[in-house]
């Protein structure tokens, strides 16, 4: 209702699990900007966490989230219980093919399904002109990406830079479970990255697993680290690259801990 009260108005929509940081106000902030008014959402959806994952234990600082979104300019917030999402009877799921199979995919089984299902829900509620979402999950905005094209969604996506801390790392509501030394060697996400870059466009490398095996070699040198995957893949479609060339996605996922954090860069025309 709130939404259609003037249909002359434009609405951007930032979806969000909440736990907020500086990376989610830039979307709102830049939601802000493009558009006559905003929704954020906050809801941390079941239906993407395996059954092994921190659901329970995932931060809900729902005051503070407010008043960060209320400063940023957002107009109004939805914040759904899962009751409301998903009421009983509920049985509908959303499946994106390929690309929801590799990386993030492969190693969090089911869990793409439960993005595609409630982000689908989410653009239905709220009907948004533009919808932002961060870099940083990057195989979540192919994933999205795909789903608005085949399901002909009337928006458009806004992909947001990653927002990062002074020494590189990328900005997570996950970091919060990081003791000081964990959080010094989570800088290894970002540092191995960064040699990826430097072994691609300055020393002009192209053999793919040599990238691979550098990250890999960083993440095991570093303390209180797993490395989950080390991957250098085709952008567009995700798939594992032999000769890199074109535009590429690199991306890992490492354990820090007991804390599983993601990053990626993305490098154009190469
Ligand atoms: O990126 C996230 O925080 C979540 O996957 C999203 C898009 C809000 C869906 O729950």
Same mark, same amino acid.
């Given at each position: &209702? ?45 239906? &993407? ?193 032999? &000769? ?27």
């Amino acid at each position: &209702q709130a939404r259609w009260a003037d249909p002359k108005l434009s609405w951007g929509l930032v979806p969000t699990m909440g736990a907020l940081h500086q990376g989610h106000i830039s979307l709102a902030k830049r939601s802000v900007s493009e558009n006559d008014k905003s929704c954020a959402t906050i809801f941390v959806n079941p239906t &993407q966490f395996a059954p092994t994952d921190d659901l329970d234990q995932y931060p809900r600082p729902l005051e503070k989230d407010l008043e960060m979104f209320e400063a940023a300019g957002i107009d109004m917030v939805f914040t759904p219980t899962p009751d409301v999402m998903y009421p009983a009877g509920f049985g509908t799921r959303v499946i994106v093919d390929g690309v929801t199979a590799r990386l993030e995919g492969e190693h969090r089984p089911g869990h793409f399904d439960g993005v595609t299902q409630v982000v689908s829900k989410l653009f239905n509620i709220v009907q948004p002109y533009r919808a932002y979402f961060g870099q940083k999950d990057a195989q979540q905005t192919v994933v999205l990406k795909k789903m608005v094209r085949d399901l002909n969604f009337n928006l458009d996506l806004i992909i947001c830079p990653t927002v990062r801390e002074p020494d590189g790392l990328a900005m997570s509501s996950r970091n919060i479970y990081l003791s000081a030394e964990q959080r010094q060697n989570a800088t290894v996400l970002y540092r191995s990255l960064a040699k990826a870059k430097d072994m691609i466009e300055q020393d002009d490398i192209r053999d793919a697993s040599l990238i691979r095996q550098t990250i890999r070699e960083m993440v095991n040198n570093t303390p209180e680290t797993e490395l989950i995957y080390a991957s250098v893949a085709d952008g567009a479609n995700l798939r594992e690259l032999d &000769q890199i060339s074109g535009n590429i996605l690199i991306s890992l996922a490492v354990r820090v801990g007991e804390t599983r954090l993601i990053d990626n860069f993305i490098l154009n025309n190469i």
